[in-house]
Every structure is written in C-alpha cells, then in structure tokens.
C-alpha cells in the first residue's frame, strides 16, 4: 500500500496551548451589577453576599424612592461601606486593579489593606453569580475551541493546535476572537497566554494583565522566561523557593544552570528532575478535558512541615478531609474508583506514592479513607511531611458504558504486603485511621 503523500498532516502542526485566566474575577462580577463603581478600588472580602443588606439601608436612608434589585446601578457610590477603619479578621479575597495600585490584594488581611487604601469599597463575594458567570465564560470557550480543561473557578486551558485561528500570529488571532466572545456574554476580560505547553502558556498569562494576551514561542525561552524569579513556576511554592533561594537559585535561567544531577542530589528525584524540565520550558502533559479523567486526588501542602508523631491529630484530621473532599469530588462527577492510593512529600522534597486496587468500585469516603489508611501504613512515617495527598484512580461513570459497577462496601482484598517499614509502630502513630 501506498503511503499517502498528499495534503500535510495536522501532525506536523507545532502545540498551541492556551491559559485563559479571568481578570480581578469576584471582583469584576460584582462590578456587572454596579457598574457605577468601575474604574474605583473594591476589594472583595468579608463573608457572602447577603442580597438585602444594601437595599434595606437604601430604603431607610432614601425612604421616598423605589429599591429594588434591578435598581442596584443606581445607587450612589458614596452609599457602598468602605474599607477605612474596619476591624477584624476577614482577609481579601481580590481587588480590582485600582485598588491593587495601593498594594492591596488577594489574601491580605482587610485591617492592612484598610490601611493602604481606606476610601476602598468593600464587598462581599457572591458566590452563586461567580459561579453561573465562571459556566458562561467557559461554555463560551467550549463552543470556538472544544477542547479545554478546567482548572477551577477563573482560568482554563485551552488546546489551539487544531483550531481554525490558533496557529496565527502564534495563537493571537484566536485569543482575540476568545476575549472578544467571552467579553460579549459576560461583560468580563480575561488575560491569555499562548505557549508551545501548559507550563509555560500559565506564565505567559500575567505577562499582560488586566485584558491582555501574550505569545511565548520555542524560541524566546531565554528572554521571556530565564529572567523570571523561580516562584513564577506553576509548582514551586514558597518552601521550594526558599530553599532554591538559600543556594543562590533567584531566577529560572539559575535554575536552567545548574544540573540536572544536582538538583535531583538536592530536590530529590522526581522534584529534582522536574525542576530540571521546567527551567528548559518543556512540559508534554495535555490538555485534559472533563469527559475523561483518568483519575480524581486531592493534596495539600501544609503551612509547615507536620510530623507524624508530634501532629497527629492534625495530620490525621487533614488526611481524613482529604479522603471526604476526593469522594465528593467522585460523587459529584459522577464517578467511582476502583485505586485508591496515597502521596507524601517528605521535607527534603523526596516523595513517594502508595495504591491498592480493590475488587469492586467505589467512592465512599470512609472505604477511601481506610484504604488510603492502609496505604499510609506502608511508608516511612519519621520523617517530617511537606505534602499529602489521596487519589482515586482506574474510574468508572456508572451508566456510560451500559455497565453497572458493583459498589464497593466491604474490604474485598487483604492488606497489601508490607514492606520494609514496621507498622506496629504505624499503627501507633494512626490509631485513627484503622476504624
Ligand atoms: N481567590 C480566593 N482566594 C485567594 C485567591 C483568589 O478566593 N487567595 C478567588 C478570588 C479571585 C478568584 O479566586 O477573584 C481568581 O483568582 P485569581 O488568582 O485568578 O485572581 P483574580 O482573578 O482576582 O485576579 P487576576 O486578574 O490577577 O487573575
Ligand atoms: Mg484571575
């Protein structure tokens, strides 16, 4: 057989992926409906949104007036609460640009910010507005590039390899008409990079911000990337950059330097090596879209390293909220597991995973707990923890494919085999993980 020689295959197109990330969102959402504050320092924080606290006041304060909800534009601005003066524990989570000019922003406590930029409007988030608009915009998205992945309330990726627009002027054309359509059915912008991976399209994102777009190609890894501090990178936290800092690692282009081998010497093996990739720009993970996850986890990183022994009880409390949070994530998509597996970063970066396959599916949260309680009891647990996580793996959406899965309700399997740690005495340092 003949190969075929003819029209160039969509192969041979260089990757375009896309990071949409929404601008000063909460914030911006509450400016769609009281647009008389646009352009003036918000900041929102301070609890949910309560519909009628600002209408009752109205009424009070202009009693010969109509108030209702369709009539929230024409309040006056000197009406909105301020930030001066306030007292309390509640912290921000966003500001609108104008306000971010005085150095407030997202998680900064409200007495500082107050301090920095008193005459601030404050208000509270609306949490089912943020949600109805984060649907829109990303249905918006779906329906110029299908194939896009969710990465919570305000951003997304987006694969331009294949779209009509997205290889021109490297993925610019494409990301004008996307700001452009999201813009028309919300009234909202957004800030997009476009970058040969995932890696790099998240930091292209804030090169431009508010409402703007930013193209990295292949070739401008060194202007565009080396010289930014190693923090920018999607995946070192403050831990990993104090620590790069304290050997004389500021920047990527620092860390593209030094070698591979050292940094798997220092960072451990699957960090140390990743550092290493990330500082070259490269990055092969997909574009995941929600139709087929291949697995559901949650980790945390905790505020400071915790020890198995002397913070147990949080630790246990944390790993228990972690199992609850992937089971709901499992019932409200819809899925079981039939894997269920643990993650742990220890303090020098190393990590190691652990799983067991059950006989039948699953996504009861105390099942998922025991057995990723099983798991646990299979590392080493003296040394202190930097990271935790759970995960739910081999999935299966009952309905889909015709099939019924058995749910999971008893222990179908015996504990795996142990390994080289003594579990007497991570019994001990678990109890509450054994019911
Ligand atoms: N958010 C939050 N707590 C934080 C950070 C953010 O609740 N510590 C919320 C409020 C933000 C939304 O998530 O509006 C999106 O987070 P971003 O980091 O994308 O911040 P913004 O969209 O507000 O601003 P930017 O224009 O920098 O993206
Ligand atoms: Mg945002």
Redesign the pocket.
């Known amino acids: 057989m003949l190969d075929r020689v003819d029209a160039p295959s969509d192969q041979t197109l260089p990757r375009r992926i896309a990071h949409l990330?929404?601008?000063?969102?909460?914030?911006s959402v509450e400016l769609l409906r009281y647009p008389q504050l646009k352009g003036l320092p918000v900041v929102?924080g301070g609890g949910r949104r309560r519909e009628d606290d600002l209408l009752l006041r109205l009424r009070e304060a202009y009693p010969d007036r109509e108030w209702a909800t369709d009539s929230l534009d024409h309040i006056p601005v000197d009406f909105f609460p301020r930030l001066a003066g306030y007292t309390g524990r509640g912290v921000a989570?966003?500001?609108t640009?104008a306000a971010r000019q005085f150095g407030v922003g997202?998680?900064m406590g409200l007495m500082k910010a107050a301090k920095l930029c008193p005459q601030a409007i404050l208000l509270p988030?609306d949490f089912d507005e943020v949600k109805r608009i984060s649907r829109l915009f990303k249905s918006t998205i779906r329906e110029i590039a299908p194939v896009v992945e969710d990465r919570?309330?305000?951003?997304v990726y987006i694969d331009f390899t294949h779209v009509p627009g997205g290889q021109r002027e490297g993925g610019r054309v494409l990301a004008r008409l996307i700001q452009k359509s999201i813009f028309q059915a919300t009234g909202l912008t957004c800030?997009i990079g476009v970058a040969p991976n995932k890696l790099i399209a998240k930091m292209a994102s804030?090169f431009n911000?508010?409402n703007g777009i930013s193209i990295v190609q292949p070739g401008d890894l060194q202007a565009l990337i080396w010289p930014l501090p190693c923090r920018k990178i999607n995946g070192v936290g403050p831990k990993a950059d104090e620590k790069l800092q304290g050997h004389g690692i500021h920047t990527i282009g620092e860390l593209a330097q030094r070698e591979r081998g050292w940094l798997v010497e220092h960072f451990g093996k699957s960090y140390g090596a990743w550092l290493h990739e990330v500082s070259w720009g490269r990055d092969e993970r997909v574009v995941q879209t929600e139709s087929e996850p291949v697995s559901m986890s949650r980790e945390t990183t905790f505020e400071r390293d915790l020890h198995a022994v002397r913070d147990r009880a949080e630790l246990g409390a944390i790993f228990t909220r972690l199992c609850q949070q992937v089971a709901a994530d499992l019932s409200n998509k819809g899925y079981l597991g039939k894997t269920i597996g643990i993650k742990l970063r220890y303090d020098n970066f190393q990590s190691v995973t652990r799983d067991v396959t059950l006989d039948s599916f699953t996504a009861d949260p105390a099942t998922i707990r025991r057995q990723a309680g099983l798991c646990l009891k299979r590392v080493d647990l003296s040394r202190r923890i930097r990271l935790l996580g759970v995960r739910v793996g081999k999935l299966v959406k009952p309905g889909t494919d015709g099939s019924v899965p058995q749910v999971y309700s008893e222990p179908a399997s015996p504990p795996p085999p142990r390994d080289k740690i003594r579990h007497d005495r991570n019994d001990l340092l678990f109890p509450e993980l054994d019911g």
């Open positions: 990330d929404m601008d000063a969102f909460f914030a929102i989570t966003t500001a640009y997202s998680a988030v919570g309330v305000d951003e800030s804030e911000k508010p």
